[in-house]
């Protein structure tokens, strides 16, 4: 099942805070977050792997809830170059054999 | 430093006709993972390799098939094609372990 993201799209004013939830309705291994810009390969940001602590560098961070199968991404202050949309890539073989991708959050922002 | 390499970028092809999409790892990862984007869609999984074999399976038409190769790269062959079939399609590499997946910059395919 594909883990579904919300919300679904959200525009900011530079320097404004966002949060990107992602939930699955299966057990997750490990979610990875992928920001794409349009045209674009997904660049990778960061994984969380199931009984790991939060992480994060700089003013981008994530959490990572196993009860509730969901992760959060936490974007600070954010810039113009962190327009684009995310993506969630949730693994439930504990192999990564097969990352599913969720629905994604477009994001933009705008001075 | 090496990037995934796919090859060629774009691709223009008839329906019912055949095209073959190549993706070159980044050296020494030994995870293949190949997805297939629609315009404003997300990346859908289709198929992953781990050491030349195949590891996983997601919504691959039956008309697609994909194979790894002793020198780890991997080939997305594709028959019969369809108009719905034109999009991008990504290949991304990881090393051993839950390590990121370096994304290729994707075949654009486009059916007419």
């Known amino acids: 099942q594909q883990p579904v993201q919300s919300p679904q799209a959200v525009i900011l004013r530079e320097g404004e805070d966002a949060v990107i939830n992602c939930s699955s309705s299966?057990?997750?291994?490990?979610v990875h977050w992928y920001r794409q810009k349009h045209g674009e390969a997904p660049v990778f940001l960061m994984i969380?792997?199931?009984?790991?602590e939060q992480k994060g560098h700089e003013k981008i961070s994530a959490s990572f809830n196993e009860k509730k199968q969901q992760s959060s991404l936490y974007l600070t202050a954010s810039q113009l170059s962190y327009s684009g949309t995310y993506f969630c890539?949730?693994?439930?073989?504990?192999?990564?054999?097969?990352?599913?991708f969720g629905t994604g959050t477009r994001l933009q922002v705008t001075l | 430093a090496a990037g995934v390499i796919q090859s060629p970028r774009h691709l223009i092809k008839e329906k019912r006709e055949t095209a073959t999409l190549k993706c070159y790892p980044i050296?020494?990862?030994?995870?293949v993972y190949w997805y297939q984007q629609g315009p404003g869609q997300d990346p859908q999984f289709l198929i992953s390799?781990?050491?030349?074999?195949?590891?996983d399976k997601g919504s691959i038409p039956d008309r697609f098939s994909a194979q790894q190769f002793s020198d780890y790269h991997s080939e997305l062959n594709m028959s019969s094609l369809e108009l719905g079939d034109s999009a991008l399609y990504f290949c991304?590499?990881?090393?051993?372990?839950?390590?990121?997946?370096?994304f290729g910059q994707g075949t654009r395919l486009t059916v007419v």
């Open positions: 969380l792997l199931k009984g790991g």
């Open positions: 299966k057990a997750l291994y490990s």
């Open positions: 890539g949730t693994d439930h073989t504990g192999t990564a054999s097969k990352l599913t």
């Open positions: 390799f781990y050491e030349k074999m195949q590891s």
């Open positions: 991304a590499s990881r090393s051993q372990g839950i390590t990121e997946a370096f």
């Open positions: 050296p020494r990862h030994d995870t």
